[in-house]
Nanobody
Framework: QVQLVESGGGLVQAGGSLRLSCTGS????????LGWFRQAPGKDREFVSA????????YYADSVLGRFTISRDNAKNTVYLQMNSLKLEDTAVYYC????????????????WGQGAQVTVSS
């Protein structure tokens, strides 16, 4: 019943943009950090971005820094990932997560995962 649901994935040309959304339900997420991981075909799952719901702290993987922006709307219990200047290597399944920020690593330790949203970047 407690779940995260992603939306907004799809097909986009290289250089284009997409915005992923993730909405939590079943309980309030206002006091929890939220973030995104992704997994490309044949590769390990990797951290993308995270945001604290208290304090506004944000983290980004080096591979997306300057191109992706994470944001939140606490009233809607939703986190967003705005993806600009998309590259072929951004093609992956993107997973929304909630958990605790790891400030030492600049990441997030997930305890709940969404189902994933496919993002495909074409040439």
């Amino acid at each position: 019943q407690v779940q995260l649901v992603e939306s907004g994935g799809g097909l986009v040309q290289a250089g284009g943009s997409l915005r992923l959304s993730c909405t939590g339900s079943g309980r309030t997420f206002s006091n929890y950090a939220l973030g995104w991981f992704r997994q490309a075909p044949g590769k390990d799952r990797e951290f993308v971005s995270a945001i604290s719901w208290i304090g506004g702290l944000k983290y980004y993987a080096d591979s997306v820094l300057g191109r992706f922006t994470i944001s939140r709307d606490n009233a809607k219990n939703t986190v967003y990932l705005q993806m600009n200047s998309l590259k072929l290597e951004d093609t992956a399944v993107y997973y929304c997560v909630t958990g605790r920020l790891d400030q030492g690593l600049g990441s997030i330790n997930p305890d709940l995962w969404g189902q994933g949203a496919q993002v495909t970047v074409s040439s």
